[in-house]
């Protein structure tokens, strides 16, 4: 069913207490503020794959971690998936809105649409068809169909001026949160 999902930072609708540990924190700095999860991929049974615009691609096995960021007043969420220190993607998901408590923890809305930033640095618009489809059935009106398209643009437009700083602080958030500041 073609629906806006509520989806988790700790993403508990996917990976249980067994699978993976999950800590947050609420930040407020001088280039962010709102939820930072991170969470450590510590009992998968098998490697976690997609397709990607490049073929297969392993996301998650033992030992990976993906740094989620939900900006307060913003509609996405960015997850920087890591492979010990290394990042290999950064995959945004386009929001409705966020929800973030005081300790950092975050509910989202997800828009259908979603930006996939490759380890090359190369942003893509992934799930374009899905937006059109909740569109053409009623699903999301004019309003929030524009903000899916407006906010994915914005997205490219974060990466393509700013991806290094916003990397800088996405691997010291990772730092605070690993417990080693």
Known sequence: MLEIKQKNLDRREWYDDAQRDF??????DDFFEGGV???TFTGLTEPEMVDSPYGKLCIGDNGYQWLEIA???RNYVITTMFKEDEIFQHYVDVTLRNEISENGDAVFYDMFLDVVVTKDGKALILDENELEEAYAKKV???AEYELAKR???EVIDLFNSEKEELEKKIIGY?????GNQ
């Open 23 to 28: 800590k947050c924190m609420y930040r407020k």
């Open 37 to 39: 999860g991170l969470i």
């Open 71 to 73: 900006p307060k007043g």
């Open 140 to 142: 999301i009106g004019d």
């Open 151 to 153: 906010t994915a643009r």
């Open 174 to 178: 990772r730092k605070m949160l690993n």
